[in-house]
């Protein structure tokens, strides 16, 4: 059972950063793509970076601000967060894909992220 823990959101001053962390356990093999969402109150959930094949694609919003790296040794992924503004806040949820005939893909259970002054 593949089970992703997120880590290290929390309350920061806007300018301020943070780093996510997503270990991923219960797999003996790394994943084809891993990356961050994030959902704000009232909004849908978005796209905001994602690493495959060490590759990197970001959301506009967050291009030159967040970074994505991956530990492929010990299955996790994080996220980078500078410069941190208040439309940034929203829980975090990071995603693992594995690739077959159809793409598995797994959920971290969020982790809160508050910028505010």
């Known amino acids: 059972q593949v089970q992703l823990v997120e880590s290290g959101g929390g309350l920061v001053h806007p300018g301020g950063s943070l780093r996510l962390s997503c270990a991923a356990s219960?797999?003996?093999?790394?994943?084809?793509?891993m990356g961050w969402y994030r959902q704000a109150p009232g909004k849908e959930r978005e796209s905001v970076a994602s690493i495959t094949g060490g590759i990197t694609n970001y959301a506009n919003s967050v291009k030159g601000r967040f970074t994505i790296s991956t530990d492929h040794a010990k299955n996790t992924v994080y996220l980078q967060m500078n410069n941190l503004k208040p439309e940034d806040t929203a829980v975090y949820y990071c995603?693992?894909?594995?690739?077959?005939?159809?793409?598995?893909?797994?959920w971290g259970q969020g982790t809160q992220v508050t910028v505010s002054s």
């Open positions: 219960g797999s003996s093999s790394s994943f084809n793509a």
């Open positions: 995603n693992a894909d594995r690739f077959g005939f159809v793409v598995t893909r797994y």
